[in-house]
């Protein structure tokens, strides 16, 4: 794919990730358990050197986009959003993403960056439908969707575990004519 654009929206800006970005920041991200709780990279031990593969494979990807979320007041890395894999057959592609930085939780950055990665996704890459799945008691996530203008498609009953325990998934979508619809 090519390098991921630069979009500058208000409250955040979407970049790509840099080589600068992979830090001891970043890694203690991953390594919060708050932070990791719902991620399903808790269940590896993560260092540098596997950050680094992550993010050099996202951006040698041919289906995938790799952004950093940084927040504008003060310019600094809070998270990462990814578009991704995208299935050209049938113009759709999962998002995921991270706020890392705890003290930028529900400030709205999160939803911001849903945002324009689908407005990315519907005019600059032409998919028809986005969608992303969550461990239902991630709410932080999931309001974050909702805000952004997605809708809770589906869950699927104790289809993931968490902390030993059957954990239901909440699957979320947001169509190109859906879209279209909420943004005139």
């Not at 992979?22 to 708050?34: A, G």
């Not at 050099?56 to 310019?75: C, M, N, P």
């Not at 050209?88 to 529900?106: C, P, V």
Request: hydrophobic share 40%.
């Amino acid at each position: 794919m090519p390098v991921p654009p630069v979009i500058e929206a208000g409250t955040i800006t979407l970049r790509p990730v840099a080589e600068t970005d992979i830090n001891e920041k970043y890694l203690n991200w991953l390594l919060d358990p708050e932070v990791n709780r719902y991620l399903e990279t808790r269940h590896h031990k993560q260092t540098l050197a596997l950050i680094r593969d992550f993010v050099h494979a996202k951006t040698d990807s041919i289906d995938e986009y790799l952004f950093a979320i940084s927040r504008a007041d003060v310019g600094s890395h809070i998270g990462n959003i990814k578009i991704g894999p995208i299935n050209t057959r049938h113009k759709l592609a999962e998002i995921s993403l991270i706020i890392g930085d705890r003290s930028s939780w529900g400030g709205g950055f999160g939803s911001r960056a849903i945002s324009e990665v689908t407005r990315f996704a519907f005019t600059m890459l032409g998919l028809n439908k986005v969608a992303a799945g969550l461990y239902a008691p991630n709410v932080g996530s999931e309001r974050a969707f909702l805000k952004a203008g997605w809708r809770k498609e589906a869950v699927l009953h104790g289809h993931y575990a968490l902390d030993g325990a059957p954990c239901d998934l909440v699957l979320m979508g947001m169509w190109r004519s859906l879209w279209a619809q909420e943004t005139l």
